[in-house]
């Protein structure tokens, strides 16, 4: 069993920046996959970049230049760095994990609970 969790939300105001932090652990998660996805309120859930366990990341032209995403192996933790954030990043962000890289969430066997980021004034 893998246990993934999310750290890292808060308030932040436009224009600044917020890392949000996932941990994986258990059998093999340290080869696994971690994605992070998006959900705003009545919205569908948003892919929002992954990162293989060789360091390798894939993230969607909406966020690329904005966001990045980086692992520390020995930590089991991944971040994702967030810049100029506008209200419209505002969204409960989920990490998830697992064996295989794609920007389908059904092929995350394993997820978060998720952690709010709120950008406003």
């Known amino acids: 069993q893998v246990q993934v969790e999310e750290s890292g939300g808060g308030l932040v105001q436009p224009g600044g920046s917020l890392r949000l932090s996932c941990v994986a652990s258990?059998?093999?998660?340290?080869?696994?996959?971690v994605a992070w996805f998006r959900q705003a309120p009545g919205k569908d859930r948003e892919f929002v970049g992954l990162?293989?366990?060789?360091?390798?990341?894939d993230l969607p032209d909406s966020v690329k230049g904005q966001f990045t995403i980086s692992r520390d192996n020995a930590k089991n933790t991944v971040y994702l760095q967030m810049n100029s954030l506008v209200p419209e990043d505002t969204a409960v962000y989920y990490c998830?994990?697992?064996?295989?890289?794609?920007?389908?969430?059904?092929?995350?066997?394993?997820w978060g609970l998720g952690t709010q980021v709120t950008v406003s004034s």
């Open positions: 258990g059998r093999d998660s340290s080869n696994y996959v």
């Open positions: 990162i293989r366990w060789s360091g390798g990341t």
């Open positions: 998830a994990t697992g064996p295989w890289a794609s920007r389908d969430s059904g092929y995350y066997h394993y």
